[in-house]
């Protein structure tokens, strides 16, 4: 059973680098790639422009490093307790 799910892995993956491939050759015949690609990263710098100019204050910047230091503290004796009890197994 195991070695029937190699070979349909292995079948799977040559299928989809094929079809990969020729969708591939496809596009770059009709030139079509490059222009969907060109809209596709306009259309994303024009929505995300607005972060571009976000300036956080100080006292919010001051606010996540205090969360943040909350979450190290509570994660580190976590952890400490969640080896100890798979030690303990």
């Known amino acids: ?6 070979k ?3 079948l ?10 020729i969708i591939g050759y496809i596009l770059g015949l009709f ?3 490059l222009k ?3 809209y596709f990263l306009s259309n994303l710098k024009a929505l995300f422009s607005p972060l571009t100019n976000f300036t956080p204050t100080p006292n919010f910047l001051s606010d996540i490093a205090a969360f943040e230091a ?3 503290g ?6 400490f307790e969640i080896i100890s009890r798979m030690s303990e197994r």
């Open 1 to 6: 059973m195991k070695n029937e799910f190699i």
């Open 8 to 10: 349909t892995k292995k």
């Open 12 to 21: 799977l993956c040559s299928v989809s680098f094929i079809a990969g491939i």
């Open 31 to 33: 030139n079509f790639g």
């Open 36 to 38: 969907t690609v060109n």
């Open 70 to 72: 909350v979450v190290i």
């Open 74 to 79: 509570l994660a580190i004796p976590l952890s």
